[in-house]
């Protein structure tokens, strides 16, 4: 006799499929659309902090939240969440995988792959289907009348997997004692690829200088990046570096992008010894792009020339010879950062270049120096290089060791040559450590310090002016 089969059982199995179904779909994320712009940080030194703010229909009770395309370049060790609502974030996972040729393969080992292979001469190319064994120690194919080992040629992905992520995640633990429907929550994190700096311009003229800043946000991570930017000059001490998810190879200077001259400037608030300038509209960051973003507004400031000559009387005794190379002052250019130079306000530090104009037009390069964080109020001197036609020479004329702990008395000759058709001032700085002493000198010195002394020489057109003194050195 055929038993029937038991289905008394049935109607409490229906019950109970039917009660677990909506604990199934309460397990799924979640997901939390962007609801507006990010927010960015930007440091001098490629680090950003991220801002990421979500609003998400958020149920009574336990749930998950699922927050899709951050940044490739973020640092999950530095995550944080705030949220605005009184739910409470019991657990913060990121995931993301970084899409290249390897994670490709690995995906693939025991499957199926074309391979191509280039033919002698003109011939085209074979294409073979492969099974992939291996990719720990290199390429290993199973062609099925043989197995090669990294065989030259190329592996033809027909279509990526459809579980491979294209960019990280995070999925959040959260659990709410009411429904939300617009609940804010916010991921803040660190990236890298992301950073400004900030560049000058000068053109010179006979006695000032139009100046031009500019911010130079560079944007590494791969994705264009709209958002609301601030920039933070100065020295930021880090624990340790970034390691973002996926390191970039990228040269972030494929695009560029002027920001509108009419846009307000940026404005510098203090923080914490720092300043913060905050970009009064939302940008774009073109992917692996550069945006310039005006800082300082076109301004004519006056300048001061200076010759700096630099030396030591230890640096070496003796009287050049003839033939010798003669010692070039550096020519500096001098101007105040203040209001009555239409400047005034902190300036982040950066590389400044010097142009002149031509009568026909042309701009030529003069030189580039790098300003350093500087001050209202403070003085930026800026390197043009060496002249031609201003040289000085070197010569002891009396030395005598006084013991032997390096203790000596030196009489020095600086003669200072001038071929310009105008006269020009050469400020000869020489430094003979804290222990040093002038005995004579054949001009008062400007200006004196701890191992230092400043003459100012005056040099007429065409003429050449020496400069003695003594010193004495006791170690």
Do not use: C
């Not at 080992?109 to 033919?119: C, I, K």
């Not at 290199?138 to 992905?157: M, Q």
Request: charged share 25%.
């Amino acid at each position: 006799m055929t038993r029937r089969p038991n289905i008394l059982f049935a109607p409490a199995f229906a019950l109970a499929l039917a009660s677990a179904v909506p604990a199934l779909a309460q397990t799924e994320p979640i997901t939390a659309a962007p609801a507006g712009p990010l927010g960015l940080v930007l440091y001098q030194g490629g680090q950003a902090m991220v801002t990421d703010l979500r609003r998400v229909a958020l149920p009574a009770g336990k749930s998950q939240l699922r927050f899709p395309e951050l940044l490739d370049t973020l640092d999950p060790s530095g995550l944080t969440v705030e949220s605005g609502s009184p739910a409470r974030i019991r657990r913060v996972s990121v995931s993301g995988e970084v899409i290249d040729y390897r994670s490709l393969l690995k995906r693939l080992v025991g499957g199926q792959v074309r391979f191509a292979t280039q033919l002698p001469g003109d011939a085209g190319e074979k294409v073979e289907t492969a099974r992939v064994v291996s990719v720990d120690r290199g390429l290993v194919l199973n062609f099925g009348d043989r197995i090669e080992i990294d065989p030259p040629g190329r592996v033809l992905f027909d279509a990526l997997p459809e579980d491979i992520g294209f960019a990280p995640q995070a999925i959040l633990s959260v659990e709410a004692p009411a429904e939300d429907r617009q609940a804010p929550v916010t991921l803040i994190y660190p990236a890298a690829g992301l950073d400004w700096s900030a560049e000058y311009e000068l053109a010179l003229s006979d006695k000032d200088a139009r100046l031009r800043g500019w911010a130079v946000l560079r944007n590494g991570t791969g994705k264009a990046i709209t958002a609301n930017v601030a920039l933070v000059a100065g020295d930021v001490a880090r624990a340790k570096t970034v390691r973002p998810m996926a390191v970039m190879a990228r040269a972030p200077a494929a695009q560029m992008a002027d920001s509108a001259s009419f846009a307000p400037l940026p404005e510098a608030v203090s923080a914490e010894d720092r300043y913060v300038y905050r970009l009064a509209e939302e940008v774009r960051l073109p992917a692996d792009g550069v945006l310039r973003e005006a800082l300082v507004a076109d301004a004519t400031v006056p300048v001061t020339r200076l010759y700096r000559l630099e030396g030591s009387p230890g640096a070496g005794f003796g009287t050049q010879g003839p033939g010798a190379e003669p010692e070039r002052p550096t020519l500096l250019v001098r101007f105040r950062n203040d209001q009555a130079s239409g400047l005034g306000k902190p300036m982040p530090a950066g590389i400044a270049r010097l142009y002149q104009q031509t009568e026909a037009g042309a701009r030529f390069v003069l030189g580039e120096d790098r300003i350093g964080h500087t001050p209202a109020d403070g003085m930026v001197e800026l390197a043009l290089g060496r002249p031609f036609d201003v040289t000085a020479g070197r010569a002891t004329e009396r030395f005598q060791r006084l013991d032997d702990r390096g203790g000596f008395e030196a009489d020095m000759a600086i003669t200072l040559k001038n071929a310009k058709d105008s006269a020009v001032t050469v400020d000869v700085v020489e430094r003979f450590g804290a222990q040093g002493t002038i005995l004579t000198e054949s001009q008062p010195h400007a200006e004196a310090g701890a191992g230092y002394a400043i003459w100012k020489i005056e040099l007429p057109a065409k003429g050449e002016t020496v400069l003695r003194y003594g010193i004495r050195v006791q170690n």
